[in-house]
C-alpha cells in the first residue's frame, strides 16, 4: 500500500476541492433549511464523471480508482453531505453492483446513463432498495414480495428512508420470491420509478443530509420483466450483501470528510477567537482538542484508504470497509461535537456551519449498516 497518491488522484483531489467550494458552498446553508435537493450540484457532479468514477470507460465511466473515488467523497463531504451521499449511492450501490452482476444487456440499457448521471439531458441517478419499515438491520426480514408469473414477477411492498427515492430513475429493488428458502429466496429487481404501480410517498423530514431525497417508495402490483433480474434465482440477498460492503467505504468516506470539514472550521476559528487575551488555541483545552481531532481523522483517512486499496487489487476488503465505516462515523460524531464546543456560542449558529456538519454526522452511524452491524462485521471475522 503506497502512501504516496499519483498525479492523477492529487488532480481528481483538487477538481472534488474546487467543486465543492465554487459550486456547493455558496447556498448550501438554505438547502439545508429548506431541504432542497442540490440538483443543480448533482448536474455538474455528472459532467465531471464523478457519478460513475469507477465503471469501466465502455459503459459511459470514469475508470477511476477507488481511492481516487475516496480522496473526492472527502473533499465533498467537508461542505456538503447531502450532495455527496448521492455520489455515494449512484458510485458504490447502483452502478458497481449493476457492473460487477449485471448482464450485458442490463448494463447497456442501465449502467451507461447511469454512470453519465444524465439521460438526454436529463438528470439520471439511482437508489438502492433494501430497508423496509421491519426490515433494516435485519435485512433477511424482507416483507417485499416478488411474484414469479413466468416471464415478470408481481412486485408488492414497501421500502423506507430510500437515498434519491423521489429523483432517481432507476431502483434496485430487493425482494422475497420464494420464503421459504430464507434469504436463499431474495431477488434483486431492477424497476423504473415512471412505470405503473410504482408510487413515491413524501419526502423525510430529516435531522441531517437535509438536502438529500429521502422517501418511502411503494410497489403496488409492479410488473418487472424477468430479464431485470440481476444475477441467477435467489442471487439478491448476496448481492445486496456484497454491494454494501463496498458502500461502506463510500460512506466511510463521507463520514471522514464530514469530520475534516469540521476540524478545518474549528482550526481556523481557534486561530481568530481570543479569550483571556489570547487566541483560544494558545489554550491547552482547545490545543489538545484539535490534537485529537487530528489524530483521530488521521486514522480514520488510513482506514478507508486501506479498504479502498484492498478492493483496487483485489482483495477480501469486506473487514477494513466495516473498520473503516465504524471508526470513521464515530469520529464525525465525536469531531463534530467538539467543533462545535471550540466555536462555543456560534457553533450553536447556522451560518459557522459546524452545527449542520454535526447533524450530518449521525446518519453515518447509521445507514449501510450501523455501527452495531459493523461490530458485527468485525467481531465474525477476527473470532472464527
Known amino acids: ?37 442540490p440538483r443543480e450540484q448533482v448536474m455538474k457532479l455528472a459532467e465531471l464523471g464523478f457519478l460513475g468514477m469507477m465503471v469501466d470507460l465502455q459503459y459511459g465511466g470514469s475508470g477511476m480508482d477507488t481511492v481516487s473515488y475516496v480522496l473526492a467523497m472527502e473533499e465533498i463531504s467537508k461542505v456538503d ?51 423496509e419499515p421491519e426490515a433494516g438491520s435485519d435485512a433477511t426480514s424482507q416483507r417485499t414480495t416478488a411474484e414469479d408469473k413466468g416471464d415478470y414477477y408481481l412486485l408488492n411492498g414497501t421500502k423506507n428512508w ?31 420509478k415512471n412505470w405503473p404501480g410504482v408510487v413515491v410517498a413524501a419526502k423525510e423530514n430529516k435531522l441531517g443530509i437535509r438536502g438529500s431525497d429521502t422517501h418511502t417508495v411503494m410497489f403496488n402490483d409492479v410488473k418487472v420483466p424477468k430479464e431485470n433480474r440481476i444475477g441467477a434465482d435467489g442471487f439478491g440477498f448476496k448481492f445486496a450483501m456484497k454491494t454494501l ?26 486561530k481568530t477567537r481570543k479569550a483571556f487575551g489570547t487566541e483560544i488555541m494558545n489554550h491547552q483545552a482547545i490545543a489538545f482538542k484539535l490534537a485529537d481531532m ?17 478492493k483496487d487489487n483485489g482483495l477480501d476488503y469486506s473487514l477494513s470497509s466495516s473498520m473503516a465505516k465504524v471508526y470513521a462515523s464515530e469520529t464525525a460524531m465525536w469531531t463534530t461535537v467538539e467543533a462545535v464546543q471550540i466555536h462555543g456560542g456560534y457553533g450553536f449558529v447556522k451560518e459557522y456551519h459546524v452545527e449542520r456538519l454535526m447533524r450530518d454526522a449521525k446518519i ?13 462485521v468485525i467481531s465474525r471475522s477476527i473470532l472464527k
Not at 12 to 33: M, N, S
Open 162 to 192: 430510500i437515498t434519491n427515492g423521489g429523483t432517481a430513475s432507476v431502483y434496485l429493488v430487493m425482494a422475497q420470491t420464494d420464503p421459504s428458502k430464507g434469504s436463499k429466496g431474495i431477488n434483486t429487481l431492477i424497476v423504473e
Open 1 to 37: 500500500m503506497m502512501f504516496q497518491f499519483t498525479e492523477e488522484q492529487l488532480m481528481i483531489q483538487k477538481a472534488a476541492r474546487d467543486f465543492v467550494h465554487t459550486e456547493c458552498l455558496p447556498g448550501v446553508i438554505e438547502r439545508d433549511e429548506k431541504q432542497i435537493f
Open 245 to 270: 460492503a463496498g458502500g461502506r467505504i463510500g460512506i466511510a468516506s463521507q463520514a471522514l470528510g464530514i469530520a475534516s470539514g469540521a476540524y478545518e472550521l474549528a482550526k481556523e476559528y481557534s
Open 294 to 310: 487530528a489524530t483521530r481523522i488521521e486514522a480514520a483517512r488510513l482506514l478507508c484508504l486501506k479498504a479502498a486499496w484492498e
Open 364 to 376: 453515518t452511524q447509521i445507514y449501510e449498516g450501523t455501527s452495531e452491524v459493523q461490530r458485527i
Open 81 to 131: 453531505a447531502s450532495v455527496s451521499v448521492v455520489m455515494s449511492v449512484n458510485n458504490s450501490l447502483v452502478c458497481y453492483g449493476l457492473q460487477q452482476f449485471g448482464t450485458e444487456e442490463q448494463k447497456q440499457k442501465y449502467l451507461t446513463p447511469l454512470a453519465q448521471g444524465q439521460k438526454n439531458g436529463e438528470l439520471y441517478i439511482g437508489a438502492f432498495m433494501l430497508s
